[in-house]
Structure formats: C-alpha cells, structure tokens
C-alpha cells in the first residue's frame, strides 16, 4: 500500500509494515474524536476501506482525480468524489475535523493552492496529517549527479518537482496553519528500500526470459520503477531525499 515503515530494522512483504502510517492515521482520529475525516488522494480507497470498519462512527470522505470505489463500495460510512484536492469543492468548508494525505502531495504542482484548501475544509482545531516525500538538501545545493539522479526518480514516478520539507512547512504556516510535528521518518523506511534495491537487482540478474516477460506484461512499470528503485535507498542514505510525517493544527478561528 504505502513505503514500509520498521521500527525493528527488519522488512518483510505482506507482513504488515506498510500499514505503520495508517497506524498514525488511527490513532489521530482517537485522540481528536474525529467525526468527520477527509482522505485526498484516496486512489484505490485501501485506506478508507479499513479506517471505516474500524470506526464505523465516523463519516469518511475521498477525493481522488480517478477514485476506484471498489474496496468501499459496501460501505455505509464512506463517500468517494471525483475532485481535485487543490479545490475540494465536493466537501463542504469547515466540516472536517482531520484531513490526512499519504504519499500524495509529491504529485501536486501547486503545494500552496493545495494547502489552501485543505485548511478550508477543516473545521477550527482541525489536523492535517500527512506523509511523504520531501528535499532534505534545497536543489540548488545538490551537486550535479544527485540532480541528476532526482531528476530520474522524479519522471519515473510522475512526481511533480519536489520541494524541501522547509519550504512546505513555511507554505503551510502561510496558509494559518500551525505545525505541530515534523519527524523524519527515513530510517525507518530503510529497511524496506534495500528490498526494492535488492529486489531490482535480482530481476536484471535473472535477465533473459522473466526480463522479458515482465517487459512484455507490464513494460512501462518495468522501465519506470527499475531505475529509481535501484537509486531510492542510496538518494535517501545520502539525505538529500526524506520521507517525513507532518501534522498541522488549524487553530479555532
């Protein structure tokens, strides 16, 4: 589902660590007695499906570009919408007590119209909790092969530009919103890097036939994911990449 996060320094597939940001997720909607909680950039709405068996009191939403509706359809408490999370037309201003993204920002060319909305949506003392990608050096300081590099993973995956964590904190705090944590999470997503690092360099060592298999099945996630998967685990070692939570507080107004 999401970049797997250990606290053990161990990975293992299916076992359960790319729920950890969920975790957070859950744990902000006890603590806040959220009613009403907003995902953006649902995509396949895996999030929403578990958050509204586990809390059937609470009343989701999801705005995704593409919204894939199956994993809730049955769902009593959700509502998905067609909507772009810069805007956030489908839900009303000031009726969501937590709005949360996971790794979905990466893709938004315009952080600050984004982070406008967001703090529209949100009823006063409201959060917004996110996780994702960010600069840990400003790009004007990298030298020339990690530009290189970063320029690679950020076309692989269709990332727009990304921006230091610094400069999204001041957007946000631009917006009204207060920070209220900003951790680096890298260490512990390494454990799961080294696995898509190894797990690349197993499939151009096997080469021949399944190379060509998967070319043949799936050959623009081949040609997307083997390179930046190779790169990811030595970009983030070298800290000019971060994988970050952040949670902002929209004061009552």
């Avoid at 969920?22 to 009613?35: D, F, G, P, R, Y």
């Avoid at 049955?74 to 993204?101: E, L, P, R």
């Avoid at 949506?121 to 300081?141: H, S």
Wanted: charged share 25%; with cysteine; aromatic share 10%.
């Amino acid at each position: 589902m999401h970049v797997g996060l250990s606290e053990n320094g161990t990975y293992k597939k299916d076992a359960g660590y790319e729920l950890y940001q969920l975790q957070i997720v859950q744990e902000a909607i006890t603590s806040t007695a959220a009613a009403d909680v907003l995902e953006i950039g649902c995509g396949q709405c895996a999030n929403l499906s578990i958050l509204s068996s586990q809390f059937p009191q609470v009343q989701f939403y999801g705005i995704d570009l593409f919204p894939n509706k199956k994993n809730v359809h049955k769902a009593d408490n959700v509502i998905i919408c067609q909507d772009d999370y810069h805007i956030i037309s489908a839900v009303k201003n000031q009726s969501v007590d937590t709005v949360f993204a996971i790794e979905t920002t990466c893709y938004s060319p315009h952080k600050a119209k984004l982070l406008d909305a967001v703090y529209k949506t949100l009823k006063g003392n409201g959060t917004f909790l996110l996780f994702d990608i960010f600069l840990g050096q400003r790009r004007e300081q990298l030298e020339p092969i990690d530009e290189l590099y970063l320029n690679i993973m950020e076309r692989s995956y269709y990332l727009s530009p990304l921006d230091h964590y610094e400069k999204f904190i001041q957007e946000a705090e631009a917006c009204g919103f207060t920070l209220c944590e900003d951790r680096n999470l890298s260490p512990l997503a390494m454990p799961y890097l080294i696995e898509i690092e190894q797990r690349m360099y197993r499939y151009l060592k096997a080469g021949g036939p399944l190379l060509k298999i998967l070319l043949q099945l799936c050959p623009d996630a081949v040609s997307r994911s083997m390179p930046s998967g190779i790169m990811m685990r030595l970009m983030v070692e070298d800290g000019y990449l971060q994988y970050r939570l952040m949670r902002f507080r929209k004061d009552e107004t």
